[in-house]
């Protein structure tokens, strides 16, 4: 069993920064993909960034330009930098890590944009 814990959420400001965390148990990170998905009130999920074992990244529509997805493998951690943040950025963030037959997901972490 993977667990995956976010850190990071809190309050943001429109057009600034913020970086998130999701630290993994076990081998699976370090020998998979990992990503951030986002689900705002009403909305359906949706992809936010993924990166493979590789280092190959894939992003959302909405956030490419601004995100960045990083990992450290020796730390089990993928990050997800985030800048010029939008109101419209407000959601809970998920961390996922996943092969071609399993995906663990993390519990959430809230980022709210707002002044």
């Known amino acids: 069993q993977v667990q995956l814990v976010e850190s990071g959420g809190g309050l943001a400001q429109p057009g600034g920064s913020h970086r998130l965390s999701c630290a993994a148990s076990?081998?699976?990170?370090?020998?998979?993909?990992v990503g951030w998905y986002r689900q705002a009130p009403g909305k359906q999920r949706e992809l936010v960034a993924t990166?493979?074992?590789?280092?190959?990244?894939n992003y959302g529509d909405s956030v490419k330009g601004r995100f960045t997805i990083s990992r450290d493998n020796a730390k089990n951690t993928v990050y997800l930098q985030m800048n010029s943040l939008k109101p419209e950025d407000t959601a809970v963030y998920y961390c996922?890590?996943?092969?071609?037959?399993?995906?663990?997901w993390g519990q959430g972490t809230q980022v709210t944009v707002s002044s």
């Open positions: 996922t890590a996943y092969s071609d037959y399993l995906r663990y």
């Open positions: 076990g081998n699976f990170f370090s020998n998979n993909a």
């Open positions: 990166i493979t074992s590789g280092g190959s990244t």
